[in-house]
């Protein structure tokens, strides 16, 4: 059975930084393009930053600069250092594992930017 885990989230003050990271069992995490996406109630699930298996990557406009995202081939794991944090980033993270006949996500975990 497939599974992606995430971990990393909390409760972080504004301007401040978190890793997030993202355990997948799936015996093709080397040819998967990963991915991190967020969402807020009420609200489309959005990609925030996607690395390709030759580690080729994008970031959605609003995290560029501040957000990283990397893998670790070795480990099945997938990073987002997120850096300079906003209000505006507070969301549920989802990890997401997908390739030509498949999509698999994780439950996601939340991340809050408050004072």
């Known amino acids: 059975q497939v599974q992606l885990v995430e971990s990393g989230g909390g409760l972080v003050q504004p301007g401040g930084s978190l890793r997030l990271s993202c355990v997948a069992s799936?015996?093709?995490?080397?040819?998967?393009?990963m991915g991190w996406y967020r969402q807020i109630p009420g609200k489309q699930r959005d990609l925030v930053a996607q690395?390709?298996?030759?580690?080729?990557?994008y970031y959605a406009d609003s995290v560029k600069g501040r957000f990283t995202i990397s893998r670790d081939n070795a480990e099945n794991t997938v990073y987002l250092q997120m850096n300079s944090l906003k209000p505006e980033d507070t969301a549920v993270y989802y990890c997401?594992?997908?390739?030509?006949?498949?999509?698999?996500w994780g439950r996601g975990t939340q991340v809050t930017v408050s004072s």
């Open positions: 799936v015996s093709n995490f080397r040819i998967s393009i």
């Open positions: 997401n594992s997908r390739g030509p006949f498949y999509n698999y």
């Open positions: 690395i390709t298996t030759s580690d080729n990557t």
